[in-house]
Protein backbone atom coordinates (compact mmCIF):
# COMPACT_ATOMS: atom_id res chain seq x y z
CA UNK A 1 0.00 0.00 0.00
CA UNK A 2 1.49 3.36 -1.06
CA UNK A 3 -1.10 5.65 0.23
CA UNK A 4 -1.42 6.66 -3.18
CA UNK A 5 -4.34 5.49 -4.84
CA UNK A 6 -5.16 5.55 -8.85
CA UNK A 7 -8.21 4.03 -10.60
CA UNK A 8 -9.20 2.12 -13.05
CA UNK A 9 -5.76 0.19 -13.30
CA UNK A 10 -6.45 -0.59 -17.03
CA UNK A 11 -8.68 1.39 -19.01
CA UNK A 12 -8.94 0.62 -22.87
CA UNK A 13 -10.59 3.67 -24.94
CA UNK A 14 -11.58 4.28 -28.40
CA UNK A 15 -10.13 7.39 -30.03
CA UNK A 16 -13.21 9.58 -29.22
CA UNK A 17 -14.70 8.71 -26.04
CA UNK A 18 -14.09 10.91 -23.12
CA UNK A 19 -12.67 8.88 -20.01
CA UNK A 20 -11.46 10.19 -16.67
CA UNK A 21 -8.59 9.00 -14.15
CA UNK A 22 -8.74 8.95 -10.95
CA UNK A 23 -6.06 10.09 -7.96
CA UNK A 24 -6.23 9.89 -4.39
CA UNK A 25 -3.81 10.25 -1.56
CA UNK A 26 -4.26 9.26 2.08
CA UNK A 27 -0.79 11.11 2.69
CA UNK A 28 -1.82 14.62 3.85
CA UNK A 29 0.34 15.59 1.04
CA UNK A 30 -0.50 19.06 -0.22
CA UNK A 31 1.46 18.51 -4.24
CA UNK A 32 -0.10 16.10 -6.77
CA UNK A 33 1.52 14.98 -9.77
CA UNK A 34 0.86 13.42 -13.34
CA UNK A 35 3.46 11.65 -15.38
CA UNK A 36 3.48 9.18 -18.73
CA UNK A 37 5.85 6.99 -18.86
CA UNK A 38 6.29 5.42 -21.88
CA UNK A 39 8.10 2.25 -22.96
CA UNK A 40 11.74 2.63 -22.89
CA UNK A 41 11.81 6.13 -21.72
CA UNK A 42 12.26 8.49 -19.20
CA UNK A 43 8.77 9.27 -16.90
CA UNK A 44 7.83 12.58 -18.17
CA UNK A 45 6.31 15.55 -16.19
CA UNK A 46 2.73 16.69 -17.08
CA UNK A 47 0.99 18.62 -14.34
CA UNK A 48 1.64 19.58 -11.44
CA UNK A 49 -0.76 21.12 -8.07
CA UNK A 50 0.35 22.80 -5.43
CA UNK A 51 -2.67 23.26 -2.95
CA UNK A 52 -4.81 22.52 -5.42
CA UNK A 53 -3.35 25.43 -7.73
CA UNK A 54 -2.08 23.83 -11.40
CA UNK A 55 1.99 25.67 -10.89
CA UNK A 56 2.99 23.28 -13.79
CA UNK A 57 1.46 22.23 -17.15
CA UNK A 58 4.78 20.89 -19.17
CA UNK A 59 3.35 21.14 -23.13
CA UNK A 60 0.89 18.73 -22.55
CA UNK A 61 -1.81 18.98 -25.50
CA UNK A 62 -5.29 19.96 -24.91
CA UNK A 63 -7.13 16.39 -24.80
CA UNK A 64 -5.42 15.74 -21.25
CA UNK A 65 -7.39 18.04 -18.92
CA UNK A 66 -6.58 18.00 -15.35
CA UNK A 67 -8.42 19.21 -12.34
CA UNK A 68 -7.92 18.88 -8.79
CA UNK A 69 -10.74 19.72 -6.63
CA UNK A 70 -8.80 19.05 -3.14
CA UNK A 71 -5.44 17.96 -2.03
CA UNK A 72 -6.04 14.55 -1.52
CA UNK A 73 -7.81 13.79 -4.98
CA UNK A 74 -6.60 14.51 -8.59
CA UNK A 75 -8.38 13.79 -11.80
CA UNK A 76 -7.31 13.60 -15.74
CA UNK A 77 -9.87 13.63 -18.35
CA UNK A 78 -9.46 12.62 -21.79
CA UNK A 79 -11.10 13.06 -25.16
CA UNK A 80 -10.21 12.44 -28.64
CA UNK A 81 -6.75 11.08 -27.47
CA UNK A 82 -4.29 9.58 -30.15
CA UNK A 83 -2.83 5.86 -30.44
CA UNK A 84 0.80 7.18 -28.97
CA UNK A 85 -0.98 8.61 -25.83
CA UNK A 86 -1.01 4.85 -24.94
CA UNK A 87 1.04 4.08 -21.64
CA UNK A 88 0.94 3.74 -18.26
CA UNK A 89 -0.23 7.18 -16.14
CA UNK A 90 1.59 7.13 -12.92
CA UNK A 91 -0.29 9.98 -10.18
CA UNK A 92 2.29 10.98 -7.50
CA UNK A 93 2.26 13.26 -4.08
CA UNK A 94 4.66 14.94 -1.80
CA UNK A 95 4.12 17.32 1.11
CA UNK A 96 5.06 20.58 -0.88
CA UNK A 97 6.50 21.82 -4.19
CA UNK A 98 9.22 23.86 -2.59
CA UNK A 99 12.75 23.76 -3.69
CA UNK A 100 12.91 21.31 -0.34
CA UNK A 101 14.01 18.03 -0.73
CA UNK A 102 11.39 15.63 -0.23
CA UNK A 103 10.69 12.19 -2.73
CA UNK A 104 7.52 11.93 -4.73
CA UNK A 105 5.44 8.96 -3.96
CA UNK A 106 3.80 6.97 -6.47
CA UNK A 107 0.45 4.66 -7.39
CA UNK A 108 0.30 1.81 -9.28
CA UNK A 109 -0.40 3.78 -12.64
CA UNK A 110 -3.67 3.30 -15.17
CA UNK A 111 -2.38 1.37 -18.17
CA UNK A 112 -4.12 3.20 -21.06
CA UNK A 113 -4.55 1.46 -24.23
CA UNK A 114 -6.21 3.75 -27.42
CA UNK A 115 -7.20 1.49 -30.09
CA UNK B 1 18.21 20.41 -20.79
CA UNK B 2 19.83 18.12 -18.06
CA UNK B 3 19.57 14.48 -18.41
CA UNK B 4 20.33 11.73 -15.93
CA UNK B 5 21.13 8.46 -17.36
CA UNK B 6 22.03 5.21 -16.60
CA UNK B 7 25.45 3.26 -17.48
CA UNK B 8 24.08 -0.16 -17.74
CA UNK B 9 20.23 -0.95 -18.63
CA UNK B 10 20.28 -4.84 -17.50
CA UNK B 11 22.41 -6.14 -14.42
CA UNK B 12 22.07 -10.21 -13.95
CA UNK B 13 23.12 -11.58 -10.59
CA UNK B 14 22.96 -14.60 -8.77
CA UNK B 15 20.98 -14.78 -5.55
CA UNK B 16 22.55 -13.72 -2.54
CA UNK B 17 25.62 -11.69 -4.36
CA UNK B 18 25.76 -7.55 -4.05
CA UNK B 19 24.81 -5.56 -6.70
CA UNK B 20 25.77 -2.71 -7.92
CA UNK B 21 23.40 -0.24 -10.44
CA UNK B 22 24.85 3.16 -11.51
CA UNK B 23 23.63 6.51 -12.36
CA UNK B 24 25.20 9.51 -14.13
CA UNK B 25 23.87 12.72 -13.85
CA UNK B 26 24.98 16.28 -16.08
CA UNK B 27 23.47 19.13 -13.69
CA UNK B 28 25.91 20.45 -11.22
CA UNK B 29 24.10 22.08 -9.56
CA UNK B 30 21.75 18.99 -8.40
CA UNK B 31 21.49 18.95 -4.86
CA UNK B 32 18.75 16.15 -4.11
CA UNK B 33 18.74 12.50 -5.62
CA UNK B 34 16.10 9.68 -5.23
CA UNK B 35 16.37 6.19 -6.04
CA UNK B 36 13.25 4.55 -6.91
CA UNK B 37 12.12 0.63 -7.38
CA UNK B 38 9.37 -0.81 -9.75
CA UNK B 39 8.37 -3.83 -9.99
CA UNK B 40 6.60 -5.35 -12.91
CA UNK B 41 2.76 -3.76 -12.92
CA UNK B 42 3.50 -1.53 -10.43
CA UNK B 43 4.17 2.60 -9.52
CA UNK B 44 7.74 3.50 -8.87
CA UNK B 45 8.60 2.90 -5.28
CA UNK B 46 11.06 4.72 -3.17
CA UNK B 47 14.16 3.23 -1.98
CA UNK B 48 16.43 6.06 -0.87
CA UNK B 49 17.78 9.49 -0.73
CA UNK B 50 20.60 11.50 -0.10
CA UNK B 51 21.38 14.71 -0.42
CA UNK B 52 24.18 16.70 -1.70
CA UNK B 53 25.99 17.28 0.93
CA UNK B 54 26.23 13.90 1.62
CA UNK B 55 28.75 11.21 -0.31
CA UNK B 56 26.77 7.88 1.21
CA UNK B 57 23.47 7.35 3.07
CA UNK B 58 22.72 3.28 4.15
CA UNK B 59 19.30 2.04 4.33
CA UNK B 60 18.04 -1.56 5.16
CA UNK B 61 20.42 -3.46 2.50
CA UNK B 62 20.77 -0.55 0.42
CA UNK B 63 23.83 2.03 0.30
CA UNK B 64 23.33 5.24 -1.95
CA UNK B 65 27.06 6.51 -2.88
CA UNK B 66 27.06 9.87 -4.52
CA UNK B 67 30.33 11.27 -6.26
CA UNK B 68 29.66 14.88 -7.54
CA UNK B 69 33.29 15.40 -8.93
CA UNK B 70 32.39 12.72 -11.63
CA UNK B 71 28.81 13.38 -11.07
CA UNK B 72 27.72 9.79 -10.63
CA UNK B 73 24.97 8.10 -8.35
CA UNK B 74 25.15 4.45 -7.04
CA UNK B 75 22.68 1.95 -5.54
CA UNK B 76 24.07 -0.93 -3.73
CA UNK B 77 22.32 -3.93 -2.63
CA UNK B 78 23.43 -5.94 -0.05
CA UNK B 79 22.69 -10.03 -0.63
CA UNK B 80 20.32 -9.88 -3.38
CA UNK B 81 17.42 -11.47 -2.95
CA UNK B 82 14.85 -12.51 -5.91
CA UNK B 83 12.09 -10.13 -4.77
CA UNK B 84 14.52 -7.18 -5.67
CA UNK B 85 14.55 -8.33 -9.27
CA UNK B 86 12.63 -5.07 -10.71
CA UNK B 87 13.95 -1.69 -12.51
CA UNK B 88 16.01 0.86 -10.62
CA UNK B 89 16.06 4.44 -11.92
CA UNK B 90 17.56 7.51 -9.99
CA UNK B 91 16.37 10.96 -10.32
CA UNK B 92 17.88 14.23 -9.71
CA UNK B 93 16.24 17.79 -8.29
CA UNK B 94 18.61 20.75 -9.53
CA UNK B 95 18.97 22.89 -7.21
CA UNK B 96 15.79 25.85 -7.23
CA UNK B 97 14.24 24.11 -9.70
CA UNK B 98 11.46 21.51 -7.54
CA UNK B 99 11.04 19.12 -10.57
CA UNK B 100 12.55 16.15 -10.50
CA UNK B 101 15.08 14.71 -13.59
CA UNK B 102 14.45 10.52 -14.08
CA UNK B 103 16.55 8.34 -15.71
CA UNK B 104 15.26 5.83 -18.00
CA UNK B 105 16.13 2.99 -15.67
CA UNK B 106 18.19 -0.38 -14.79
CA UNK B 107 16.50 -3.77 -14.98
CA UNK B 108 17.44 -6.27 -12.06
CA UNK B 109 17.02 -9.75 -12.46
CA UNK B 110 17.93 -12.06 -9.73
CA UNK B 111 18.92 -15.79 -10.97
CA UNK B 112 18.07 -18.51 -7.63
Known amino acids: ETGVTQTPRHLVMGMTNKKSLKCEQHLGHNAMYWYKQSAKKPLELMFV???????ENNSVPSRFSPECPNSSHLFLHLHTLQPEDSALYLCASSPLVTVTNQPQHFGDGTRLSIL | GESVGLHLPTLSVQEGDNSIINCAYS??????FIWYKQESGKGPQFIIDIRSNMDKRQGQRVTVLLNKTVKHLSLQIAATQPGDSAVYFCAEKGGSNYKLTFGKGTLLTVNP
Open chain 2, 27 to 32: NSASDY
Open chain 1, 49 to 55: YNFKEQT
